[in-house]
């Protein structure tokens, strides 16, 4: 009997989530044997056979040696190939450029880092296009070779990946997006820098146990991202998470923005380092390294920079607990290497104005992934949009 359209449809839909779910079953159970999948998943030993067939013509997973008997043969199990592919993720920060090559599991294979000052976009681009090219050289041979590229920025990026607003960058309306697929013809994700450091963290660093989970990425300026309910959260046009520039000085400092008294005016490593300028220390140590070490070495005013700087912090992190009700916040970026410093300063002004209920349950906590978040949150998206547009080609392909 020919199936109508809307059938084959069905049928179409059907597979193509069957196919994810046994795909997630064995990334995220491996080792597994087939009848263990199809009992887990709760599909027939047939169709699990089918599906797990297809991933292993897609090099998506590959089989080992038998594993334990329940009584009868030993069964073949299955692994997820993480070396099928690789991605890369960029991190493009203001006075820095991150890039990372990670397998489909998110291990970094390799990462380059470059360090500049006041560049424009063109000279920036440049440094992206060579960080990006030695990560390709660097790619180990595999199936798919390099199956999608994702770049953080510090603005704002609408739904259609396209870069509206990066003050600390003076960038307005660079489609960033458009450039680099045509230079490398792979699929490219652009996305604010805190959405994807906060979906990093979720994945691989400090948040894996928490559902609710707010992300301060605190670099030159401060951007939030969020996980609500165990989901990244973008608002209804993907403007989310600008609380660097909600106001906690009426008629402050004016800002890159437009607004005045922004948080990262008083809060980030901007306005650490404005600070530092104040201070009777040699010019070439008032940049965030060099107030670390100055700081490492006991020198009392610059401990105490660091200290009004962790104040400020909690003074935005309380208004977002107030906010959003998290089980976690976690502070990342660049300043994260300076919790020596910051932990006490902050936790203190949390505990003394945020509202008594808001702190029951709380963890204050600093990035386990160091300044990789970003980089490793894009990769995943990256990561993420190969393995669903694979199974959906090959669904299509067979209907």
């Excluded at 030695?134 to 994702?150: A, D, N, Y």
């Excluded at 991202?225 to 973008?234: A, C, D, E, R």
Aim: proline residues 3%; aromatic residues 8%.
């Amino acid at each position: 009997m020919k199936l109508s359209a809307n059938q084959t449809w069905n049928h179409h839909v059907v597979k193509k989530g069957n196919k994810s779910l046994v795909l997630d079953k064995i990334k995220y159970n491996s080792p597994i044997s087939r009848a263990s999948v199809a009992s887990q998943v709760g599909l027939n030993k047939g169709t699990v056979s089918s599906l797990v067939n297809d991933l292993l013509e897609e090099h998506l997973i590959y089989e080992s040696g038998p594993g334990e008997s329940s009584g009868g043969r030993r069964p073949v199990m299955l692994l997820f190939n993480e070396n099928a592919g690789y991605s890369i993720g960029i991190d493009l920060g203001v006075n820095y450029l991150l890039g990372v090559l990670t397998d489909l599991n998110g291990n970094i294979h390799t990462e380059k880092q470059i360090t500049f000052k006041n560049l424009s976009y063109e000279e920036i681009e440049t440094k992206l296009f060579e960080t990006i090219e030695f990560l390709l050289k660097s790619t180990p041979e595999c199936p798919h070779g390099v199956i999608g590229i994702g770049v953080g920025v510090p603005g704002i990026v609408d739904k259609d990946d396209n870069i509206l607003l990066a003050p600390n960058l003076n960038w307005r309306n660079i489609n960033l997006k458009e450039v680099l697929e045509e230079r490398y013809n792979v699929p490219i994700i652009i996305e604010n820098e805190a959405n994807a450091g906060a979906y990093g963290e979720k994945n691989f660093g400090a948040g894996k146990d928490f559902e609710n989970v707010i992300y301060v990425s605190a670099g030159i300026g401060i951007g939030v991202g969020l996980i609500l309910n165990g989901s990244l959260y973008k608002g209804s046009n993907g403007f989310s998470g600008e609380l660097g520039h909600m106001t906690i000085q009426a008629e402050g400092a004016k800002c890159r923005c437009g607004n005045e008294g922004c948080w990262e005016l008083y809060a980030s490593e901007q306005a650490l380092t404005r600070q530092a300028e104040k201070l009777d220390i040699p010019s070439d140590m008032q940049d965030l390294e060099g107030l670390v070490t100055l700081a490492e070495h006991g020198n009392d005013e610059v401990i105490a920079l660091f200290e009004q700087t962790g104040d400020y912090l909690g003074i935005g992190i309380n208004n977002i607990i107030n906010i959003f009700n998290p089980q976690q916040v976690i502070i990342g970026n660049r300043l994260a290497s300076s919790e020596k410093w910051l932990k006490d300063p902050l936790n203190k002004r949390v505990a003394k104005q945020a509202l008594w209920f808001q702190q029951n349950d709380l963890q204050i906590d600093f990035s386990e992934l160091s300044t990789r978040s970003t980089a490793l949150g894009v990769a995943a998206f990256s990561i993420e949009n190969f393995l669903s547009v694979s199974i959906q080609q090959k669904n299509t392909a067979q209907e």
